[in-house]
């Protein structure tokens, strides 16, 4: 009665939500085998100061991230070398609740392309730049 999902602001951020699946299947059906990887690299632009009031600008935070993964229907079908790979970057303000954040992803290598599936294969503004995804979230992405 549980199945897993695999693109969107949560998991692989260079597919829109739900829509990742290996073989080209559809993923909005959901699978029994999940792979997923996420890496983030945050950096302060303004540190505040000690000893001086907070501002606002302390709150912000840039990221770089990288994710892999993909889903499959069931465990034995996993391939590694079906896994989808996605980078980008996105903007963070820091809340008493968490960060509200905006990511753009693009996807860096897809495994369902017949020809061409790695981002340097493909002309960079049209095939990987104007497809990737912008996805806004509250809390950290993983």
Not at 20 to 48: T, V
Request: charged fraction near 20%.
């Amino acid at each position: 009665n549980r199945r897993y999902y695999a693109g969107g602001a949560q998991s692989i951020r260079g597919w829109s939500s739900r829509s990742l699946a290996a073989g080209g299947g559809y993923g909005g059906f959901g699978g029994n085998a999940l792979i997923e990887m996420n890496a983030e690299i945050r950096w302060q632009p303004f540190p505040g100061k000690k000893g001086k009031s907070p501002s606002m600008l302390e709150n912000i935070w840039l990221v770089l991230f990288g994710d892999a993964g993909n889903l499959w229907d069931e465990p034995y079908a996993v391939r590694l070398r079906e896994c989808a790979i996605a980078g980008g970057m996105g903007l963070r303000y820091n809340l008493f609740f968490g960060p509200l954040r905006i990511d753009y992803g693009m996807r860096m290598y897809e495994p369902t392309a017949v020809e061409h599936p790695w981002f340097f294969q493909r002309n960079f503004w049209k095939d990987v730049f104007k497809r990737g995804q912008i996805h806004l979230g509250i809390g950290h992405a993983f």
